[in-house]
């Protein structure tokens, strides 16, 4: 079994025009609605890879209700605690250049209560639970030594913890020693506070997590792939080539693939490929609208993971 834990989800709306003009009223030429939250799309998608899992999280009124009903379509299992307010939604606008623009709210705001009903329904279920996939922004109210706290009790319990973060959450989640973190190269640079200009210093920066205790670092690089440290050892991963329509949700879909892998027991490597597949199918896929299993499937022979000195 895999859970993911999403603390602040999303109804990702994304916007097609042809460009956007500030200051101006723009007429958009399609709308697209998804159910997201990085750990909630990283669900879907090992929902689709065809292993168990549970979503767990915070929502709120009806656009909560929202993100609700589409899981119940997919057959996406879940258990949420209800909050007051309204589940945010992010709002993605690509114009026909290609450039990609998205806003993110700050979700509905949390007590102490609903931390202390989520922490316990979460330790709970941790009991049969393989890999624990924690993922995305915190709500107004929860601490951002949250993540660290539940690494630290997922390891008593001997659970394996993804870590999919940014900004303060993954600093202070690193420092708890997750057995796999996934940032892109932004978050990379965020995280080590320096530029990652070329693939030599992508390199060095996921040796160097790695070596702060970290099993395996993967950084993943939109249509240049990923790389990926292990202690000594690292990989360089290269994905299929794909039409991209939107790659929001391709980090998530790549987060489902490893989870998938250390689910089953099988090697990084495995797991890494997987996730590349992934990552492409759902690039190659509109909106925050994941990838499909067929297509995981059919590009997974053109994923190359070679090992790197
Ligand atoms: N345009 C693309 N073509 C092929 N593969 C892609 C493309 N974009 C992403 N991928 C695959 O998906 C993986 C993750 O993508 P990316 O680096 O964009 O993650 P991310 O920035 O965390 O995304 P998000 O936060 O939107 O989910 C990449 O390492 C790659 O394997
Ligand atoms: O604001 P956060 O929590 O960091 O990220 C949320 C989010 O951008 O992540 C997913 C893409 O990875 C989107 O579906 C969703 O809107």
């Not at 890879?49 to 879940?78: C, D, K, S």
Request: net charge negative; charged share 20%.
């Amino acid at each position: 079994m895999i859970l993911t834990l999403t603390p602040n989800p999303a109804v990702d709306q994304t916007d097609w025009l042809d460009r956007v003009e500030l200051g101006a009223v723009n007429r958009t030429r399609e709308t697209h609605f998804d159910p997201a939250g990085k750990g909630i799309n990283a669900s879907r998608m090992a929902h689709r890879l065809g292993w168990p899992t549970i979503a767990f999280g915070f929502l709120a009124g009806e656009t909560g209700a929202i993100i609700e009903r589409a899981l119940r379509a997919e057959g996406v299992q879940y258990h949420f605690v209800q909050v007051p307010g309204l589940t945010r939604v992010n709002m993605t606008i690509i114009d026909d250049a290609g450039v990609v623009t998205s806003f993110h709210g700050p979700g509905a705001r949390v007590s102490a209560a609903d931390v202390a009903t989520l922490d316990s329904m979460v330790r709970f279920w941790l009991r049969g639970v393989r890999v624990l996939v924690l993922a995305g922004s915190l709500p107004p109210g929860m601490s951002p030594d949250t993540y660290a706290g539940f690494i630290a009790r997922s390891h008593e319990q001997g659970v394996k913890v993804i870590l999919d973060a940014d900004g303060e959450p993954l600093r202070l989640g690193v420092a708890a020693h997750p057995d796999v973190i996934k940032p892109n190269v932004q978050e990379a640079e965020q995280l080590l506070g320096r530029r990652l200009p070329d693939l030599a210093t992508v390199i060095g920066a996921a040796r160097e997590l790695s070596l702060r205790g970290i099993a395996a670092v993967v950084i993943s690089m939109g249509a240049e792939g990923a790389v990926c440290a292990s202690g000594e050892r690292a990989w360089r991963v290269r994905s299929p080539r794909v039409q991209a329509r939107s790659t929001v949700g391709s980090g998530d879909s790549m987060v489902a693939g490893i989870a998938v892998a250390l689910a089953r027991g099988e090697d990084l490597v495995d797991g890494l490929r997987r996730g590349a597949a992934a990552g492409a199918a759902t690039a190659a896929t509109a909106g925050t609208a994941l990838g499909a299993a067929e297509d995981v499937e059919a590009l997974l022979p053109q994923v190359s993971v070679e090992a790197i000195g």
